[in-house]
């Protein structure tokens, strides 16, 4: 895995439009870089109330959306997206989406903060043999042909990754490694923060150590912003950007905090 340092915010965007034009990248912002990527229901150690999470949401969540759902991949978004402990962890398109989360997570760290770069699609070759992203909800059908596989038109199902409350089908094995997907936007906020997912499997690792045998070190990279001190200095050049907690969660409660951090920032 690459690591590099970066002492503003446009020295982060010129590297990232070097490599765009050429690959889809996906972006995630966190306040540390030693929290890894790690998905809530496991840095929590939560495995063991999944289905107890899900069987509650499942039973409430109706009557604040307004309507069912009736594919399982877009009900464990959601879940995910409203903050359900899930094994899904949140990536963005939009490196400046990443970069909101990587300065307003965490006010009291006044250390480095840092942006992670993933290559998806090399992310799915390298554990899957398959150089493409995925879109279980959208799909016909969930079966697509093993990669590395020996032996000629050996499936496996994607909705092996899901819970079991949310799996019809019954697998009853979870598989080992990670997979990068995609999931419909099912509202205006996740459509806002363009948002993605990779799902871990069995392995509970953070992403960064399952990768440590990959000798493509392009499939993953970590950007450390040099914030130390110069917190609002980046949050400032983010916000000339437009890029606000308005622009990310899209709802009036974030409209109204903007108003007031444009109003009276000159009082600071």
């Known amino acids: 895995m690459n690591t590099r340092e970066v002492q503003s915010i446009f020295e982060l965007l010129e590297l990232i439009n070097k490599v765009t034009p050429y690959c889809d990248l996906w972006f995630r912002g966190s306040s540390r870089l030693d929290f890894g990527l790690v998905p809530g229901l496991i840095w929590r150690n939560d495995l063991n109330f999944e289905s107890n999470y899900i069987s509650k ?28 402990p899930t094994r899904l962890l949140d990536w963005s398109s939009s490196p400046l989406s990443a970069l909101y989360f990587a300065l307003h997570q965490d006010s009291r760290w006044q250390g480095d903060r840092v942006v992670w770069v993933l290559n998806p699609a090399s992310f799915n070759e390298y554990f899957h043999g398959f150089d493409s992203i995925v879109c279980p909800a959208a799909m016909a059908s969930t079966a ?10 050996e499936f496996w199902d994607l909705n092996s990754y899901l819970p079991k409350l949310l799996d019809k089908d019954d697998h009853y094995e979870l598989p080992v490694s990670p997979i990068a997907m995609e999931s419909p936007f099912s509202n205006r906020r996740l459509a806002s923060q363009h948002g993605r997912f990779t799902l871990h499997g069995s392995n509970s690792d953070s992403l960064d150590i399952q990768l440590r045998e990959c000798d493509n070190k392009r499939v993953l990279a970590a950007f450390v912003l040099k914030t130390e001190g110069k917190l609002k200095e980046f949050k400032d050049q983010l916000y000339g950007l437009k890029i606000n907690g308005e622009t990310i969660y899209q709802d009036l409660d974030s409209m109204v905090k903007e108003i007031v951090r444009q109003e009276t920032r000159h009082i600071l």
């Open 144 to 153: 697509i042909m093993k990669g590395d596989s020996a032996v000629e038109g």
């Open 57 to 84: 949401f499942l039973v409430g969540y109706q009557s604040y959306l307004g309507k069912a759902l009736e594919n399982p991949w877009e009900q464990y978004a959601l879940m995910q997206h409203h903050g359900l």
